[in-house]
């Protein structure tokens, strides 16, 4: 039976409140973080960025990934930027890299320097790093790329946390739930169709109840290991959230707790612009 428990407001900001609890784990700098579909290994392979030599190869790049990397550079792409660009490709297999030294396509991205492009589809996000910095290598577009990305599902800690509170996307969905369980993968399956639904509305974070350090992460929502697996709301700028606890996950149960919250917050705002009104009549 799924029950559900309308938390409110509370007088701290959910997501700074998470960013300090998940960040008391590790640093950003000693953490690899990432998806829960993807192992983000830095062990360097023989991938090699895939050359874009024009727009539509460009746009089409983008579009097929959630998460695409472009390095867009002026000059030889034989040169040391691109050189430590092409290590950073072999460290993140999961993400596709593409190169362009193309004018029009520098054009058409607004380029007029060297830089490192990152695209994500989950909130229509773009984030650029200037590659003319010699202190720029190869560990350090790791970490540019391991801080920014976000996907359809996210799994929290500190290395995405940054990103996740930067978005524009202002409604967030949480998963709590236990990543070793036998019902994990069916349970990721539906959460991400789901996801698929909402994108641009909300972003969906995965937080992995197994962890001991997310313990801490349970108590702020008052929930035991027990009540899970649980899905947990939240809308940052008014912090407004409520939880669901659940027998199982299903795609129309997410469904059914995202519109539910996202129709409540349309009329709390309908009030608050009604309300100047009523004040001057």
Do not use: W
């Not at 953490?31 to 190869?57: F, M, Q, V, Y």
């Not at 002026?74 to 596709?96: I, K, M, N, R, Y």
């Not at 739930?177 to 990721?188: C, I, V, Y």
């Amino acid at each position: 039976m799924a029950r559900t428990r309308q938390a409110g407001t509370m007088g701290t900001s959910i997501f700074p409140c998470l960013f300090v609890i998940l960040l008391t784990r590790c640093s950003p700098a000693g953490c690899t973080g990432g998806s829960d579909s993807a192992s983000h290994s830095t062990t360097s392979t023989t991938e090699k960025p895939i050359l874009l030599n024009n727009i539509a190869d460009a746009e089409a790049f983008v579009s097929r990934a959630e998460v695409a990397v472009i390095g867009f550079f002026q000059v030889d792409p034989q040169s040391p930027e691109a050189e430590q660009f092409g290590l950073t490709a072999g460290q993140v297999p999961e993400v596709p890299f593409g190169l362009s030294s193309s004018a029009a396509v520098l054009s058409h991205y607004g380029v007029s320097a060297n830089t490192v492009a990152l695209f994500r589809t989950v909130d229509n996000d773009r984030r650029d790093l200037d590659m003319n910095n010699r202190e720029v290598d190869a560990k350090k577009l790791v970490r540019f790329v391991r801080i920014n990305e976000l996907r359809l599902v996210t799994e929290y800690d500190p290395v995405v946390s940054n990103s996740v509170m930067q978005s524009s996307v202002e409604f967030n969905l949480l998963l709590l739930t236990d990543k070793m369980s036998p019902k994990h993968p069916e349970r990721m399956r539906k959460f991400r169709a789901a996801a698929e639904l909402y994108k641009g509305k909300i972003l969906f974070i995965l937080l992995d109840s197994n962890l001991k350090s997310n313990e801490r992460v349970l108590s702020y929502f008052q929930l035991k290991k027990s009540q899970l697996p649980a899905l947990a709301v939240f809308h940052t700028p008014d912090d407004e959230h409520d939880v669901l606890t659940v027998d199982e996950i299903s795609i129309e149960r997410v469904q059914d707790f995202c519109n539910r919250f996202l129709q409540k917050m349309q009329k709390k705002e309908d009030k608050s612009e009604e309300k100047p009104l009523n004040e001057e009549l």
